[in-house]
């Protein structure tokens, strides 16, 4: 595969609104020894853009502050952490036999080399990411996808989702039979959620609004409660036995709300903070009940290969919302900030 010198990328220089993001013309990075370069057939986006993008991560102690999820971003960064593509070219050190494989890349930058490392990083934050034709990555980090049956909008929609669902179910310890609630149902980790905690054998309580409620049903939730009325009393209804794991991108006030919906030895797993992040909730419900509230951060190594066992088999079908060219990046970041879709956008290089 011949690869040129430069490339078209889509970038950000600081924090702001959508007018941040610049097209440029750019060198096509050179992989490094034990790096591959990909050509990315399609990157998907997720939240995280926005608020890197934003910098609406805020540090410790300084929750205003400008930032990136892990700390400042080294400008200028090419965003884009949801990857798919085939490998161009390899570093040193690495097969050759790599080259032109499809491949899924793990956007994680993880503390250690173990199979339970914990993601410190993200591509398209701490390290250049796939809004661009070609981007490079760590050859540990990228996985032969070659005999998927998935195309690569549904491969790219994987990572940073599923992963993190995946990561969220993990923590959560959800178990067959258990009940899971999930919040923001309708957008790429929820969906997620709901597919893979029913796939789990678990009975699956989402949370959704409006128009979307119904394709939250199609995803596989057995009821789905409207956050624009009384979410608990919908959800004690759904559930009168109790919630066993929550597994919620929401927060806000839903914490205060849905903690004493939890049954004993329940686990409330926040995994976001589209509704808040100041939380009060009354700890009195917590600790008489045995209960947990746990944080939860991307996936880890043997979480992500489980995903990528189940991407070969075609054991997961991510809902492709909508595709948009690279050069649009600001108006599919805008699509997804008006929150009007299911599933995941996808830019095309
Ligand atoms: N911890 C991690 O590793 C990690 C990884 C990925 C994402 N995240 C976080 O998880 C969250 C979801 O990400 P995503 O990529 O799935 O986003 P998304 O595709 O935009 O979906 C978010 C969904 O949440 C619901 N929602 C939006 N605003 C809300 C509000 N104010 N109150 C209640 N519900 C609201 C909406 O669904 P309904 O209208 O159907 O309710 C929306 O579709 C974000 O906060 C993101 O930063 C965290």
């Known amino acids: 595969m011949a690869v040129p010198e430069t490339m078209r990328a889509v970038r950000i220089t600081r924090h702001g609104g959508p007018e941040v993001l610049e097209a440029a013309e750019v060198s096509v990075p050179a992989p490094r020894a034990g790096e591959v370069l990909v050509r990315v057939g399609a990157v998907a986006l997720n939240n995280t853009d926005l608020w890197t993008r934003e910098g609406a991560y805020g540090r410790p102690g300084a929750p205003k502050t400008l930032s990136g999820w892990r700390g400042p971003i080294d400008f200028p960064r090419i965003q884009g952490a949801d990857v798919a593509g085939r490998v161009a070219a390899v570093g040193a050190g690495v097969a050759e036999s790599l080259a032109g494989r499809r491949v899924v890349v793990d956007p994680a930058i993880y503390d250690g080399d173990g199979p339970d490392a914990n993601p410190v990083g993200l591509m398209g934050s701490e390290r250049d990411g796939g809004y661009a034709e070609y981007v490079t990555a760590p050859v540990e980090r990228v996985h032969d996808m070659t005999g998927s049956p998935l195309a690569d909008?549904?491969?790219?929609?994987?990572?940073?989702?599923?992963?993190?669902?995946?990561?969220?179910?993990?923590?959560?310890?959800?178990?067959?039979g258990e009940t899971a609630l999930v919040s923001g149902a309708s957008g790429g980790v929820g969906l997620a959620l709901v597919q893979i905690a029913r796939a789990r054998g678990?009975?699956?309580?989402?949370?959704?609004?409006?128009?979307?409620?119904?394709?939250?049903?199609?995803?596989?939730?057995?009821?789905?409660?409207?956050?624009?009325?009384?979410?608990?009393?919908?959800?004690?209804?759904?559930?009168?036995d109790g919630i066993d794991v929550a597994l919620d991108v929401v927060a806000g006030e839903l914490v205060g709300e849905g903690?004493?919906?939890?049954?004993?030895?329940?686990?409330?797993?926040?995994?976001?903070?589209?509704?808040?992040?100041?939380?009060?909730?009354?700890?009195?419900?917590?600790?008489?009940?045995?209960?947990?509230?746990?944080?939860?951060?991307?996936?880890?190594?043997?979480?992500?290969?489980?995903?990528?066992?189940?991407?070969?088999r075609g054991a997961v079908r991510p809902v492709i919302a909508g595709t948009f060219p690279l050069e649009r990046a600001a108006d599919a970041q805008q699509e997804l900030a008006r929150r009007g879709h299911v599933g995941k956008i996808v830019l095309r290089p």
């Open 153 to 176: 909008d549904q491969l790219a929609a994987l990572p940073t989702a599923y992963g993190t669902a995946l990561g969220m179910i993990a923590r959560g310890r959800l178990r067959e």
């Open 259 to 312: 903690l004493p919906l939890l049954r004993e030895g329940g686990r409330w797993v926040v995994a976001g903070a589209l509704g808040g992040y100041d939380l009060r909730f009354d700890v009195r419900r917590l600790y008489l009940h045995n209960a947990q509230v746990i944080g939860s951060a991307m996936h880890t190594p043997t979480h992500f290969g489980l995903l990528m066992d189940l991407a070969r």
């Open 202 to 240: 678990a009975r699956v309580v989402a949370v959704s609004s409006g128009v979307k409620i119904g394709a939250v049903h199609d995803a596989g939730a057995h009821a789905v409660v409207d956050r624009a009325r009384d979410v608990a009393e919908q959800v004690r209804a759904a559930a009168p």
